[in-house]
């Protein structure tokens, strides 16, 4: 049985793996916002923008307070779901003590992606200089699914976007997904509420 992954999945001009385009998770972290009827959401939305303008399309959005479990399980959720190729959290990267999104989300990576969190804070370092050392972004595999984990401003959330995230994820959704290419996938099912 194919998945829906083996329909957008072909190889690039080097013959890598891709998954164009590419359905989109996003979790806003952020007490204040969850606690509002409708709350605005800069981060998401830019989140949003970033992938649509490159032809990807979000299949879903959550909004959950900064809060470990709510983190986790919203993440989980996401990544145990067959029609979402990659999720972008916002928010909750700091150094309050609030600020648990990479904690929450690391705790679900299989393999880590240290170059994500290394090249953002590089390019940080040229729109906020030394202030790009506080941010804890970071990015992983959790479920063959790339997870980005990312500041809540729009302007860091822009930055990742464009430089680092879109143009990379249809590989690294392709790579991450190849040994499940042309099969169906039963190992999500513990991934699921616990």
């Not at 969850?34 to 989140?47: C, F, Y």
């Not at 879903?60 to 999720?87: N, P």
């Not at 003590?97 to 990479?102: I, M």
């Not at 506080?134 to 980005?148: E, L």
């Given at each position: 049985?194919?998945?829906?992954?083996?329909?957008?999945r072909?190889?690039?001009?080097?013959?890598?793996?891709?998954?164009?385009?590419?359905?989109?998770?996003?979790?806003?972290?952020?007490?204040?916002?969850?606690?509002e009827?409708?709350?605005?959401?800069?981060?998401?939305?830019?989140?949003?923008?970033?992938?649509e303008?490159?032809?990807?399309?979000?299949?879903?959005r959550?909004?959950?307070?900064?809060?470990?479990?709510?983190?986790?399980t919203?993440?989980?959720?996401?990544?145990a779901?067959?029609?979402?190729?990659?999720?972008?959290?916002?928010?909750?990267t700091?150094?309050?003590?609030?600020?648990?999104?990479?904690?929450?989300?690391?705790?679900?990576?299989?393999?880590?992606?240290?170059?994500?969190?290394?090249?953002?804070r590089?390019?940080?370092?040229?729109?906020?200089?030394?202030?790009?050392?506080?941010?804890?972004?970071?990015?992983?595999?959790?479920?063959?699914?790339?997870?980005?984990?990312?500041?809540?401003?729009?302007?860091?959330?822009?930055?990742?976007?464009?430089?680092?995230?879109?143009?990379?994820?249809?590989?690294?959704?392709?790579?991450?997904?190849?040994?499940?290419?042309?099969?169906?996938d039963?190992t999500?099912?513990?991934?699921?509420?616990?």
């Amino acid at each position: 049985m194919t998945t829906d992954h083996d329909e957008r999945r072909s190889t690039d001009d080097h013959g890598h793996d891709v998954i164009d385009p590419l359905h989109v998770g996003i979790v806003t972290v952020s007490s204040s916002r969850a606690r509002e009827d409708d709350p605005d959401d800069p981060g998401g939305d830019t989140i949003q923008d970033c992938f649509e303008a490159d032809d990807h399309e979000v299949r879903a959005r959550l909004l959950v307070r900064d809060d470990y479990s709510a983190i986790k399980t919203a993440v989980r959720q996401l990544v145990a779901r067959q029609d979402i190729d990659v999720v972008c959290t916002t928010g909750g990267t700091g150094v309050t003590v609030d600020d648990v999104s990479p904690e929450a989300t690391s705790s679900l990576f299989e393999r880590e992606l240290p170059g994500f969190g290394e090249l953002f804070r590089s390019l940080s370092w040229d729109e906020v200089g030394t202030r790009a050392m506080a941010s804890r972004a970071t990015a992983g595999i959790a479920v063959d699914t790339p997870v980005f984990c990312l500041p809540g401003s729009k302007s860091a959330c822009e930055t990742a976007c464009e430089e680092l995230i879109v143009p990379e994820t249809p590989h690294l959704a392709g790579l991450a997904t190849r040994h499940r290419s042309g099969t169906s996938d039963q190992t999500l099912a513990e991934y699921r509420d616990e």
